[in-house]
């Protein structure tokens, strides 16, 4: 597994500009690095808004790929040469049923939970990490992951025939790593929590030069997440939203659907108006959720214990900007407790026919909880962010959602046990009501 060194020539279609910290402004060259060598605060893309805004209508998206492509201008690729598997416009739903039971009148539910290749959010980063490694001339990727990002990982570098390393904590649910495995990459399980995965990340990345999507090409990896906040204002009429929930983790999935908000209303393609941003953290890890709680600038990491494993980050890179964005945006940031999240995953399902992994219950959770606290309005447009699938992490709700119904092949045993079913159905609507 080697690396080349060649340098691209930008096309003409290129809008962004080159690194910037987002600390001091010190301004880099764009190619693989991700911390200020001046103050060593977290390098992100600069783009040319008034190039974007000369070449993006409406209409223009509109008629550009039925992927997250369609938003090319506003992504960190030099060429046209983009690996496009289809990532992205995933179904914006219309709540109704959850709606009702929450007493929300309107309520949307983004849907990543089908995204493809691999079913959740993380394909759109790797979609735009991997282009832009090719374009570095990286021929290794790599990653450290907590499940999602090492499916999405091995699955694009697998289309894209780049070779694959990589590395998650050992403790990992099963379906997650199967659905790594099946892709044909290395695979590191580390014994460890992510942080300390990521740790042994950064010495392999400046060891070996290998294109790492979430350390030396993190820049351009979460520009990626930006294509969840143009897909929703897309899909609501060219519309922003009041507010939205969304799940918490390193707190850089919610910095960029805030910059993708502010980036089409730079170009003229959305009207300015105020929306709220609320996150959700799971208690057994939710350093950025007691930092906003006890009104504080810095993070505390903490040592993840959760079933929530993929939003399990002690240490969260963004997670400062993330309380500032809630904080400035008269938004939330909540934890709720395992228990909780099961049941955030039980009742999306029930109500929406969406099954979602465990962070998707711990958004549906603190949706649920910062309405009990009446923090968000009935009538606003509230859109929920669900990133993942529930085939990933089913070892979460295994002994929390019955069991099947064993009957012999005849008819009276059939309707003796459909009248406990029904009885039992009974129970729990009553222990709803109440």
Same mark, same amino acid.
């Given at each position: 597994?080697?690396?080349?060194?060649t #340098?691209? #020539?930008?096309?003409k279609?290129?809008n962004?500009?080159?690194?910037?910290?987002?600390?001091?402004?010190?301004?880099?060259?764009?190619?693989?690095?991700?911390?200020?060598?001046?103050?060593?605060?977290? =390098?992100?893309?600069a783009y040319?808004?008034?190039?974007?805004?000369?070449?993006?209508t409406r209409e223009?998206?509109?008629?550009?790929?039925?992927?997250?492509?369609?938003?090319?201008q506003?992504?960190?690729?030099?060429?046209?040469?983009?690996?496009?598997?289809g990532?992205g416009?995933?179904? =914006?739903?219309?709540?109704?049923?959850l709606?009702?039971? $929450?007493?929300?009148?309107?309520?949307?539910i983004?849907?990543?939970?089908v995204?493809?290749?691999?079913?959740?959010f993380?394909?759109?980063?790797?979609?735009?990490?991997?282009?832009?490694?090719?374009?570095?001339?990286?021929?290794t990727?790599?990653c450290?992951s #907590?499940?999602? =990002?090492?499916n999405?990982?091995?699955a694009i570098?697998s289309?894209?025939g780049?070779d694959?390393?990589?590395?998650?904590?050992?403790?990992?649910?099963?379906?997650?790593v199967?659905g790594?495995?099946i892709y044909?990459?290395?695979?590191?399980?580390?014994?460890?929590?992510?942080?300390?995965v990521?740790?042994?990340c950064?010495?392999?990345?400046?060891?070996?030069?290998?294109?790492?999507v979430?350390?030396?090409?993190?820049?351009?990896?979460?520009?990626?997440?930006?294509?969840?906040?143009?897909?929703?204002?897309?899909?609501?009429?060219?519309?922003?939203?009041?507010?939205?929930?969304a799940?918490?983790?390193?707190?850089?999935?919610?910095?960029?659907?805030?910059?993708?908000f502010?980036?089409f209303?730079?170009v003229?393609?959305?009207?300015?108006?105020?929306?709220?941003?609320s996150?959700?953290?799971?208690?057994g890890?939710?350093?950025?959720a007691s930092?906003?709680?006890?009104?504080?600038?810095?993070?505390?990491?903490?040592?993840?214990?959760t079933?929530?494993?993929?939003?399990?980050i002690?240490?969260?890179a963004?997670?400062?900007?993330?309380?500032?964005?809630a904080?400035?945006?008269?938004?939330?940031?909540?934890?709720v407790t395992?228990?909780e999240?099961v049941?955030?995953?039980?009742?999306?399902?029930e109500?929406?026919?969406?099954?979602?992994?465990?962070?998707?219950?711990?958004?549906i959770?603190?949706?649920?909880?910062?309405?009990?606290?009446?923090?968000?309005?009935?009538e606003e447009?509230t859109?929920?962010y669900?990133?993942?699938?529930?085939?990933?992490t089913?070892?979460?709700?295994?002994?929390?959602i019955?069991e099947?119904?064993?009957?012999?092949?005849?008819?009276?045993?059939?309707e003796?046990a $459909?009248?406990?079913?029904?009885?039992?159905?009974? =129970?729990?609507?009553?222990?709803v009501?109440?």
């Amino acid at each position: 597994m080697t690396v080349a060194t060649t #340098t691209p #020539t930008q096309a003409k279609t290129s809008n962004f500009k080159h690194l910037k910290c987002k600390e001091c402004g010190a301004e880099y060259e764009a190619k693989a690095l991700h911390v200020c060598e001046l103050c060593f605060g977290p =390098l992100e893309v600069a783009y040319d808004y008034d190039a974007i805004r000369r070449q993006v209508t409406r209409e223009s998206i509109q008629s550009g790929p039925n992927s997250i492509w369609r938003y090319r201008q506003f992504l960190p690729v030099a060429t046209d040469n983009v690996i496009d598997v289809g990532t992205g416009m995933t179904p =914006l739903v219309r709540s109704h049923r959850l709606a009702r039971r $929450l007493g929300l009148k309107n309520l949307y539910i983004k849907n990543d939970a089908v995204n493809m290749p691999t079913l959740s959010f993380k394909d759109r980063v790797v979609s735009v990490a991997l282009s832009r490694a090719r374009e570095l001339g990286f021929t290794t990727v790599s990653c450290a992951s #907590t499940g999602n =990002l090492a499916n999405s990982t091995a699955a694009i570098a697998s289309h894209a025939g780049l070779d694959c390393c990589v590395f998650i904590p050992s403790d990992l649910e099963a379906g997650k790593v199967l659905g790594t495995l099946i892709y044909g990459p290395t695979v590191m399980a580390v014994q460890g929590n992510y942080d300390q995965v990521n740790r042994l990340c950064s010495e392999v990345a400046n060891t070996y030069g290998w294109g790492f999507v979430n350390i030396n090409l993190r820049p351009y990896y979460s520009e990626g997440s930006k294509t969840l906040g143009y897909e929703v204002i897309e899909q609501l009429g060219w519309k922003l939203p009041d507010h939205i929930v969304a799940p918490l983790a390193s707190g850089s999935l919610f910095t960029k659907i805030y910059k993708g908000f502010q980036e089409f209303v730079k170009v003229g393609l959305v009207d300015e108006k105020p929306v709220r941003f609320s996150g959700a953290q799971a208690e057994g890890c939710s350093p950025i959720a007691s930092a906003f709680r006890e009104n504080r600038d810095f993070i505390k990491p903490v040592k993840p214990s959760t079933i929530a494993k993929s939003i399990a980050i002690g240490n969260p890179a963004d997670g400062v900007y993330a309380v500032d964005i809630a904080r400035k945006t008269n938004g939330n940031i909540e934890s709720v407790t395992d228990a909780e999240i099961v049941e955030g995953i039980k009742l999306l399902a029930e109500t929406e026919g969406i099954f979602t992994e465990t962070a998707g219950g711990t958004t549906i959770a603190v949706l649920k909880k910062l309405v009990e606290a009446g923090k968000i309005d009935p009538e606003e447009t509230t859109v929920v962010y669900i990133t993942g699938n529930g085939l990933k992490t089913q070892e979460a709700v295994q002994g929390y959602i019955g069991e099947p119904l064993t009957i012999e092949p005849k008819l009276d045993s059939f309707e003796r046990a $459909l009248e406990r079913a029904q009885t039992l159905e009974r =129970l729990e609507w009553q222990q709803v009501l109440v």
